[in-house]
């Protein structure tokens, strides 16, 4: 079992930055890829970043691709997301999400195992 706890989230003006953060606790959490996700009232849950343990390497949805990094210290058993140049359309709820270990990206919420309890992001024009 990975335990996961996302913190970070707020309201911010739009052009503004958060960084969210993801903690993990349980099993050895550098063996897993982690991702984040969003999802606002009325719709699915949708991509936003993942981040690979095997290589480090990382993707991103289309929509934030330029604004947010995602990162992850192993160390401190922490992934994060920096969200820079917030825009009223990221409002949503942010979600992390464990999965096990993949040579692909997984960009859908079904290829991830377990997830945190979400953290509330708002951004007002």
């Known amino acids: 079992q990975v335990q996961l706890v996302e913190s970070g989230g707020g309201l911010v003006q739009a052009g503004g930055s958060l960084r969210l953060s993801c903690a993990a606790s349980g099993r050895t959490f550098s063996g897993y890829d982690m991702g984040w996700f969003r999802q606002a009232p009325g719709k699915e849950r949708e991509f936003v970043a993942t981040i690979r343990w095997n290589d480090g390497n990382t993707y991103y949805a289309g929509s934030v691709k330029g604004r947010f990094t995602i990162s992850r210290d192993n160390a401190k058993n922490t992934v994060y997301l920096q969200m820079n140049s917030l825009r009223p359309e990221d409002t949503a709820v942010y979600y992390c999400?464990?999965?096990?270990?993949?040579?692909?990206?997984?960009?859908?919420?079904?290829?991830?195992?377990?997830w945190g309890q979400g953290t509330q992001v708002t951004v007002s024009s």
């Open positions: 999400g464990a999965s096990v270990p993949s040579y692909t990206f997984r960009v859908t919420p079904n290829a991830y195992t377990y």
